[in-house]
């Protein structure tokens, strides 16, 4: 059983278009992230939600925004895709909003953006 | 604000050498401390954490110390195999408290190990 999974696994698309990538955990977590690795595999977090309250909302563009349906869902949406956008965007839960806990991610979407 | 340094990398280690993979931070208050790992197309797979000064983490033969007084955490295996082949993230999080907590990963380092 995927704790963390996520769709698609690969998004080609063209600049300008409309995209989401979701993600499902099946771990019962109430906390979940995403963080984008750019080409050099930095990475760095994007957005969380705890009970599907948005917690952490970094300087990114108001052209990606996350939703969280329930604590077990959380998706993200990307408006307008520019070239910059492509990288492997990751999802990720862990069992409360303290530091202390593990975070256990999902496999990542590649997102080309030609 | 928070960040990590890793070691420069690649590495590249012959089958059954000594690892070390150096990290430090910098952090307010008394951040926990993570190494991840990451398969070729995998996602990030915890490999050890510690909580607290003095914490030693270790699993898979690897181990990290946390080291409050140098702010270090450098990751060791005495012997690594050709299946060791990954990169490696040390990353930190701080307590959170209202606005949640969230990692800050060092640059990463790809280790090689050839046979």
């Known amino acids: 059983d995927t704790a963390v999974s996520q769709t698609p696994k690969y998004l080609v698309t063209q600049m300008g278009n409309d995209k989401s990538i979701k993600c499902e955990q099946n771990?019962?977590?109430?906390?979940m992230y995403w963080y984008k690795q750019d080409s050099k595999k930095f990475l760095k977090i994007m957005f969380s939600?705890?009970?599907?309250?948005?917690?952490i909302n970094e300087t990114v563009p108001n052209r990606f925004s996350p939703k969280s349906p329930d604590k077990a869902h959380l998706n993200l949406h990307i408006n307008s895709l520019e070239l910059g956008d492509s990288a492997v965007y990751f999802c990720?839960?862990?069992?409360?909003?303290?530091?202390?806990?593990?975070?256990?991610f999902g496999p990542g979407t590649r997102l080309t953006v030609t | 604000g928070d960040s990590v340094t890793q070691m420069e990398g690649p590495v590249t280690l012959s089958e059954e050498a000594f690892l070390t993979i150096n990290c430090t931070y910098t952090?307010?208050?008394?951040?926990?401390l993570f190494w991840y790992v990451q398969y070729p197309g995998e996602g990030l797979q915890l490999l050890l954490k510690?909580?607290?000064?003095?914490d030693k983490g270790s699993n898979k033969g690897f181990e990290a110390t946390y080291r409050k007084e140098t702010t270090s955490f450098h990751l060791e295996k005495g012997s690594v195999q050709v299946s060791d082949s990954a990169v490696y993230f040390c990353a930190l999080s701080a307590s959170g408290g209202r606005s949640g907590s969230r990692l800050t990963f060092g640059e990463g380092t790809q280790l090689t190990v050839n046979p």
């Open positions: 990720a839960s862990s069992q409360g909003r303290a530091g202390a806990y593990e975070q256990y």
């Open positions: 510690a909580t607290k000064a003095d």
């Open positions: 939600y705890n009970n599907k309250e948005l917690i």
């Open positions: 952090a307010t208050g008394y951040p926990s």
């Open positions: 771990l019962g977590h109430d906390t």
